[in-house]
């Protein structure tokens, strides 16, 4: 998104990528399994979609109810 820096990295997605907290969110809306780190300015530690904001809609294809 250019907004914020990457600081967002999957080890469950192929290829090199670093996203937002917002942005790894947003690409992860139907992989809400993988397994996501997040620098802390020293190294990647493990942190989780959910603590990201993920909020996973079940039903209604991914979108909240009406």
Request: aromatic share 10%.
């Amino acid at each position: 998104c250019s907004e914020a820096e990457g600081s967002v990295w999957c080890m469950s997605c192929a290829g090199v990528h670093a996203w937002c907290g917002p942005c790894a969110v947003k690409a992860h809306r139907d992989l809400p399994f993988h397994k996501v780190q997040r620098w802390n300015g020293a190294h990647y530690q493990p942190t989780s979609l959910m603590d990201l904001g993920f909020l996973w809609h079940i039903g209604h294809g991914g979108d909240p109810c009406p």
